[in-house]
């Protein structure tokens, strides 16, 4: 990836440092869902030597193609698509509130994911309490202060809004699905969620 491409900066990116600092010594593979325009996972294969990348849009994913020919672009739907092994790392940014299934997409993400190995996803949620109106604010004031530092990068990849769960029951929801998974609510509107699969798990 070109030093401009590094340099980008949006609210998607700013957390990619969370994926990176989770991944486990021992990682060799990560599997990036909703790759998008494939910033993170040139990020990932900047660390691995074995990266996929998976998303449902060939446009988005025919201009991520041109950035590292050494990762494997797939394109599917990560709930269907057949990816027939495990990685060391399962990263999602921006992607989980595509999916309506909130139960259905955790499971499947966890299934992906290999014994010791970790399942990362930052995520948007609507706001239904007054501590998410907090985060929201700080956000906003974040938000003001990196872009007019940094700029601001407008991904090409599909949006939706408003997302379909709200931050209580991603909250609730991870924590039935991912015993032991840490939460975090973040400000610039998103939250973490970061699960280690059990060794012993198949």
């Not at 010791?116 to 948007?124: A, D, E, K, P, T």
Request: hydrophobic share 45%; with cysteine; charged share 20%.
């Amino acid at each position: 990836m070109d030093d401009h491409a590094r340099a980008r900066w949006n609210h998607n990116i700013h957390y990619h440092s969370v994926v990176l600092d989770a991944v486990p010594p021992h990682a060799r593979s990560a599997l990036d869902v909703g790759t998008g325009n494939g910033v993170l996972a040139n990020d990932l294969r900047a660390v691995l030597t074995d990266v996929t990348a998976i998303d449902t849009d060939a446009e988005v994913l025919a201009e991520a193609r041109t950035t590292d020919p050494s990762i494997h672009w797939v394109l599917g739907d990560v709930m269907t698509h057949r990816l027939a092994r495990r990685f060391d790392v399962v990263a999602s940014v921006a992607t989980v509130h595509h999916l309506p299934d909130l139960s259905a997409t955790l499971r499947r993400l966890a299934d992906l994911t290999a014994p010791s190995g970790v399942l990362v996803v930052i995520g948007l949620a609507a706001r239904t309490r007054l501590r998410d109106c907090a985060f929201a604010a700080v956000g906003t004031v974040q938000h003001r202060w990196y872009a007019r530092r940094r700029g601001y990068w407008e991904h090409t990849a599909p949006v939706v809004w408003p997302p379909p769960h709200s931050f209580e029951e991603v909250d609730r929801c991870a924590a039935r699905i991912l015993p032991g998974v840490r939460w975090r609510h973040l400000p610039l509107f998103r939250y973490a969620l970061v699960w280690q699969k059990p060794a012993h798990d198949n």
